[in-house]
């Protein structure tokens, strides 16, 4: 599947941000959708999971209670709202696809995925 990731920008601390992320395929409802995030210099990391409906959404302990991850299955399209920024969420997000696991804590890890968007970058300044 392929994936268009869009909505990245520059905003101050405190602002919110919605990111979207376009699958081409129609069985876009069959996939695990995430978001994943590399900070300049930094590893990626997990950012917040769903999947195709009964299980999650799944978020990483930092971005809990700020961020929401949602999607539309009959638009294939994911979407991640990210409110209330901090400078330590500047980074590129990427979006992914892949499938489903009967062990959740496979959805944390990248390998879990096998499509990935171009990435948008969001830059948060203090």
């Known amino acids: 599947v392929q994936l268009q990731a869009s909505g990245g920008g520059l905003v101050q601390a405190g602002d919110s941000l919605r990111l979207s992320c376009a699958a081409s395929?129609?069985?876009?409802?069959?996939?695990?959708m995430a978001w994943f995030r590399q900070a300049q210099g930094k590893e990626r990391e997990f950012v917040a999971a769903?999947?195709?409906?009964?299980?999650?959404?799944f978020y990483a302990d930092s971005v809990k209670d700020r961020f929401t991850v949602s999607r539309d299955n009959a638009k294939n399209v994911v979407f991640l709202q990210m409110n209330s920024l901090k400078a330590d969420d500047t980074a590129k997000y990427y979006c992914?696809?892949?499938?489903?696991?009967?062990?959740?804590?496979?959805?944390?890890?990248?390998?879990?995925?096998?499509?990935w968007g171009q990435g948008t970058l969001v830059t948060v300044s203090s």
């Open positions: 769903i999947t195709r409906g009964g299980r999650g959404p």
């Open positions: 395929e129609r069985s876009f409802s069959n996939y695990v």
């Open positions: 992914a696809a892949g499938p489903s696991r009967s062990s959740l804590r496979s959805y944390y890890s990248g390998y879990n995925y096998n499509s």
